[in-house]
């Protein structure tokens, strides 16, 4: 008889059956706990890549668990669908749109996402690029320009030339586009930017809320955020009514302050170079500088380059005359521009201070007397004791900066302050494919909100691409003149459109709500479901959109929207795909297509393999072998239930739980209930607190090796029919969630009724995990030498004294005297003689 497994023909029938039933459409009236599974959603490039089959696969299997659990579970999906990459398509074809481009890409990644069984409730699906969407984008940030949380202001920002773009301080890595490479511009722009700084400290001190974010995810964000303690400080400039301000979180090492710098944008630059008597010299070099882009300037490796103003500064507290420096590595975006520069005690001060001949002194010591401190190669950096520091000398780090903040603040010449590196967020982009800022300039009236009532501004569909430094919207007469709203005379329209990541900082709301036209959600829903109960996505994402989200939750928040104060409770950061041990790329040529191992193995083995291959945390390593082995596991699931048939489906089936016990079982039936109980305790555990799928799947193997042993050899009159029954129907709840389609198939084969995924999760009974006997190893001064079976409940000496008898035992031991005897409940014991 043929029991063939045809995968193809199984997930095209219960794909179809699930859609039909609406099998995973969320309740809206359920009163049963809720929990909300998300993925971050993606970028509709038209075409899966192993990267997507990890983290839905990882969403997917919680969403499934929690549901069989007895949760109300929301698990959406939608598209990412705005940016550069339609833009740029549409512009290299030639012959495509790039809201064409997008839909189609949409409506394949659609059917590729379907083809993997995923649980979505599909009613909720939501692109940004649509304008039902990217309405109520508009309108959130409506609410931050009338509260003042989005402004536009005349700024040096990122331009990528390639792009043709602004980017964010965030968008930039080394200096070069996050997204091209292309190396990153200086440009002076008027810009939008929203007050990301406001909520600095709310970013930071609310990380103790989140216990169930990675610890390096969180780090992250408060080394971007930067927040800082210090002094700001007045240092007078001779000659000059100025006086210098430097912002410092090291006030103890002032008296070590042996030069200042200015950055080469720094305002009394000007002024230095009017009354210099070496003004050519100085203003080549300042435009040397300028040149530079700012990871140039700012990598420890880069050369410092300086020049000398020919001024002096004044210390503050010693009365020191130190002279001033304009120099590349000290930027106007960060501080205040100036730096009181301690070489001492500071590496880049050093280097610079090595490079001029600039004084080097030593100020602080450390507090152990034993450590010497030799500036002869390097700074010393670490907090200590005062030195050479006039009334202060004496005090700890700790302790002089508390004084020197009196002091200062008494002579006005310095305030305690608290600095930050995060900068508002800029989100204007002068390209096409993104949300128009609802904005509209008047003449008369200036700059005027668009009325609500007449969102959405939709993108126009006529359009020329080509960007050449300005949005192509300011192209398109049609779009570009309007009406004021409030005077009804010609105006323009704002022609930037918004970063997508201001899209994708609220999608996560949009889905509790996705087909309301009156508000962006209902705060109820709001409050019901969020934060998110698990978000799935790239650690690659903590700083850009974990970041801007938690931002547009505690924003929405303040708008009395919701009451809600993170949007993620949980944030479970996967792993990447490699293969040959790197990163999948086509350039390195060892990218692995899903839609291949979907159509070599089925959905179950691909969605397995890659939650068998590796914890969701840490990186996957791609092995062709790996897939085929989980494959050859499935096979082996499906020919138990089928080669099987008869006795699983035999008078003596189905029984109930109560009825299979341990009182009423003896040998291999018992073994095989402790089996079977021990591993949902295992699996259990393993998905919901640990996420390990690769321990949860491996023990389901097992379960799956131990039941094919019990009938193996055995006529079906010696087999235990109900509880051979019971074992294979757990084994297939346990399964579910991994491979949806297959335990769909062989449950409905049991006679049982549809589905499988609405089933309660089986519970494993502590006393059925008890053992009446167990074995244990006997070591002798730490070599095993005896195995023995003993009763679970003896007592430790009655254990030692059968050990002592053991025959084996007697002749290792033989007249040596017995030292101890080490008893390891349950494993082993060792006599040391």
């Known amino acids: 008889m043929s029991f063939e497994y045809n995968f193809t023909q199984i997930e095209e029938k219960w794909q179809k059956e699930w859609e039909g039933k609406s099998l995973y459409e969320t309740s809206e009236d359920s009163q049963a706990e809720s929990f909300y599974a998300l993925e971050m959603f993606p970028y509709p490039s038209g075409r899966l890549h192993m990267g997507h089959v990890r983290v839905y696969s990882i969403g997917d299997v919680m969403a499934r668990f929690k549901r069989m659990r007895g949760y109300n579970v929301l698990h959406p999906m939608g598209w990412d669908a705005f940016g550069l990459p339609a833009e740029n398509a549409a512009i290299e074809h030639g012959n495509i749109h790039p809201h064409d481009w997008t839909w189609d890409n949409i409506d394949q990644m659609k059917k590729q996402l379907k083809s993997m069984g995923l649980s979505y409730d599909w009613n909720r699906e939501l692109a940004t690029a649509s304008p039902e969407y990217y309405r109520w984008t508009q309108w959130l940030f409506l609410q931050m320009y009338k509260n003042d949380l989005a402004y536009k202001k005349k700024s040096a920002v990122n331009w990528c030339p390639s792009c043709e773009t602004v980017l964010a301080n965030e968008q930039v890595v080394d200096g070069e586009c996050e997204r091209c490479e292309a190396a990153v511009e200086d440009k002076e722009l008027a810009q939008w930017f929203l007050r990301i700084t406001d909520y600095a400290d709310q970013l930071i001190d609310d990380h103790e809320l989140l216990e169930k974010w990675p610890d390096r995810v969180k780090e992250m964000q408060k080394n971007w955020i930067g927040r800082s303690k210090g002094l700001r400080i007045n240092f007078p400039v001779k000659g000059f009514e100025e006086e210098l301000e430097v912002f410092t979180t090291r006030p103890d090492t002032i008296y070590g302050a042996t030069y200042m710098v200015l950055a080469p944008e720094h305002p009394l630059v000007e002024d230095i170079l009017d009354r210099s008597e070496n003004q050519e010299d100085i203003k080549a070099r300042v435009e040397e500088m300028k040149e530079q882009q700012e990871e140039e300037r700012t990598s420890p490796k880069s050369e410092k380059i300086g020049v000398d103003t020919g001024f002096k500064a004044i210390n503050p507290l010693s009365g020191e005359e130190i002279p001033v420096y304009i120099a590349n590595f000290v930027l106007m975006e960060y501080g205040t521009g100036a730096i009181m520069a301690v070489p001492g005690h500071d590496q880049r001060d050093y280097d610079f201070a090595k490079k001029y001949g600039l004084n080097i002194r030593q100020v602080i010591k450390p507090e152990a007397e034993d450590i010497e401190v030799d500036l002869e190669e390097e700074a010393f950096t670490e907090e200590g004791v005062l030195i050479n520091s006039d009334k202060y000398s004496g005090l700890t780090s700790k302790e002089a900066f508390a004084e020197m903040a009196r002091d200062l603040e008494e002579a006005g010449l310095g305030q305690e302050e608290v600095n930050y590196r995060l900068k508002d967020w800029l989100i204007s982009r002068q390209r096409y494919w993104g949300a128009p800022i609802p904005i509209v300039y008047c003449d008369e009236c200036g700059r ?293 389609h297959v335990t769909e198939e062989l449950w409905t084969e049991l006679g049982n009724e549809f589905s499988i995924h609405e089933q309660s999760w089986p519970h494993y009974r502590e006393s059925a995990l008890e053992k009446d006997e167990l074995e244990i190893a006997i070591q002798i001064n730490g070599q095993v030498r005896d195995h023995m079976m003993i009763p679970a409940e003896i007592e430790e000496d009655k254990l030692k004294e059968k050990v002592l008898n053991r025959d084996k035992v007697q002749k290792y031991v033989d007249n040596d005297e017995v030292k101890k005897i080490i008893v390891v409940p349950e494993k082993l014991v060792n006599v040391v003689v």
């Open 448 to 740: 005027v909100p668009v009325p609500e009532k007449e969102l959405p501004v939709e993108l126009p569909y006529e359009v020329e691409l080509e960007a050449g430094g300005e949005s192509p919207l300011s192209r398109n007469k049609d779009f570009l003149h309007t009406d004021c709203p409030e005077c009804g005379q010609e105006a323009r329209r704002e022609t930037d459109t918004m970063d997508t990541f201001v899209d994708s900082s609220w999608y996560f709301l949009r889905y509790l709500d996705a087909g309301n036209e009156e508000v962006p959600f209902q705060k109820d829903k709001v409050n019901e479901w969020c934060p998110v109960d698990v978000y799935v996505g790239g650690v690659e994402h903590a700083i850009l959109h974990l970041l801007y989200a938690r931002f547009f939750t505690k924003v929405v928040r303040d708008l009395e929207l919701a009451d809600v104060d993170e949007p993620f409770d949980h944030y479970l950061a996967q792993g990447m795909v490699l293969k040959d041990g790197a990163k999948m790329s086509k350039s390195r040529g060892n990218v692995v297509d899903p839609l291949d191992m979907l159509s070599e193995f089925g959905a179950d083995a691909t969605r397995m393999f890659i939650l068998f291959a590796a914890p969701p945390k840490k990186d996957l390593e791609w092995s062709h072998e790996g897939i085929e082995g989980l494959y050859r596991f499935i096979k082996r699931v499906w020919r138990l239930v089928k080669e099987n048939k008869d006795i699983l489906n035999g008078e003596s089936a189905p029984v109930s739980d109560d009825q299979l016990t341990a009182e009423n079982l003896e040998g291999e039936d018992r073994d095989i209930l402790r089996f079977m109980h021990k591993s949902i305790k295992k699996v259990t555990e393993d998905v919901s607190e640990r996420q390990t799928f690769n321990t949860a799947i491996s023990a389901i193997m097992e379960l799956t090796n131990e039941i094919s042993d019990y009938i193996s050899d055995r006529s079906p009159e010696h087999i235990n029919g109900s509880l051979f029954r019971k074992s294979v129907e757990n084994l297939l709840l346990l399964l579910a969630p991994f491979a949806p």
